[in-house]
């Protein structure tokens, strides 16, 4: 049941008005991506990380059951925003990580209307409680290249419920560019190193 406090909907996302949401980005829970490289997806989910710090913008992050096989959350992630790192919510097994009230608790704390959510598996992690966010009143972009799953069936269904539900998809490069607004700025030049670097080379036009 959505709860009856809404926010006034904005076209763009802002670093003043959104927060950062990582859900589950596990050693063991990554080996279930395959649509993808799984060290694609964590490399986005990192740049997601240091883009949110230069940004000053909350972030949340989750885990579930990382004494089993989903295993601990990375590593690379606690290098970059080791605060988030170090208060994660940790599930016990809870699906749905909205379901978890400390989770949606810790969400609700950061003030924010707007998150910027990925989860390691699009077709559970993530699509699950971007939809719940949405029916609780939040604006919410998925970062797909920040998730995926074992079969390109799983992942087109979860985009296709997920944008039904009101969720808007976007990629880490696309997110980060709304975010910056002007990459003249200093949080914008520090920024593009971090994209640049994440880039495939491409050789120069001859």
Request: net charge negative.
């Amino acid at each position: 049941m959505p709860q009856t406090e809404t926010f006034p909907k904005s076209r763009w996302f802002k670093p003043e008005t959104a927060a950062l949401v990582l859900i589950d980005h596990q050693i063991g829970t990554m080996q279930l991506v395959k649509n993808i490289a799984s060290d694609a997806a964590l490399r986005n989910a990192v740049l997601l990380a240091k883009a949110a710090k230069t940004l000053r913008m909350p972030i949340v992050m989750t885990a579930s059951m990382e004494d089993h096989i989903q295993g601990p959350l990375a590593p690379a992630l606690r290098q970059v925003a080791p605060e988030a790192y170090d208060a994660r919510v940790k599930r016990l097994g809870i699906v749905n990580a909205w379901d978890d009230p400390n989770f949606k608790a810790a969400v609700a704390a950061t003030g924010r209307k707007q998150l910027v959510m990925a989860g390691v598996t699009t077709d559970i992690c993530l699509v699950f409680p971007s939809i719940s966010a949405v029916d609780d009143g939040y604006e919410v972009q998925a970062v797909l290249d920040a998730s995926g799953s074992s079969f390109e069936l799983q992942e087109d269904t979860a985009r296709r419920r997920m944008e039904h539900g009101g969720v808007v998809l976007t990629a880490t490069n696309t997110i980060i560019a709304e975010l910056v607004q002007n990459w003249s700025t200093p949080e914008g030049g520090t920024l593009v190193p971090y994209l640049l670097a994440s880039s495939p080379i491409i050789s120069p036009v001859t």
